[in-house]
Nanobody, 114 residues
Framework: QVQLVESGGGLVQPGGSLRLSCAAS????????MSWYRQAPGKERELVAA???????NYADSVKGRFTISRDNAKNTVYLQMNSLKPEDTAVYYC????????WGRGTQVTVSS
């Protein structure tokens, strides 16, 4: 059974940091490109960051220099370190695995507010 379980979301003040984690199981994690997406109320889901099986990364322009995606294949986990958070980063953040199949987690809420 495939599972992607996100954690680490919460409420943070502008300028603060959070680290999201996504624990994966049920598929060959190391072979998949892992991504973080987000969806704010009333907006479409958008790609935030992705990391390939060979650790090549790409980021949305809006988060470049502030967010870092990484993966630990030994723990089947992908991370998103988010620094210098802004109110516009408020969204539900989803973990996604893309390979032979496409899998999605249920999401974790990130709220940036004073």
């Amino acid at each position: 059974q495939v599972q992607l379980v996100e954690s680490g979301g919460g409420l943070v003040q502008p300028g603060g940091s959070l680290r999201l984690s996504c624990a994966a199981s049920g598929f060959t994690f190391s072979s998949y490109t892992m991504s973080w997406y987000r969806q704010a109320p009333g907006k479409e889901r958008e790609l935030v960051a992705a990391i390939t099986s060979v650790r090549r990364t790409n980021y949305a322009d809006s988060v470049k220099g502030r967010f870092t995606i990484s993966r630990d294949n030994a723990k089947n986990t992908v991370y998103l370190q988010m620094n210098s958070l802004k109110p516009e980063d408020t969204a539900v953040y989803y973990c996604s695995a893309n390979g032979v199949f496409r899998y999605w987690g249920r999401g974790t809420q990130v709220t940036v507010s004073s």
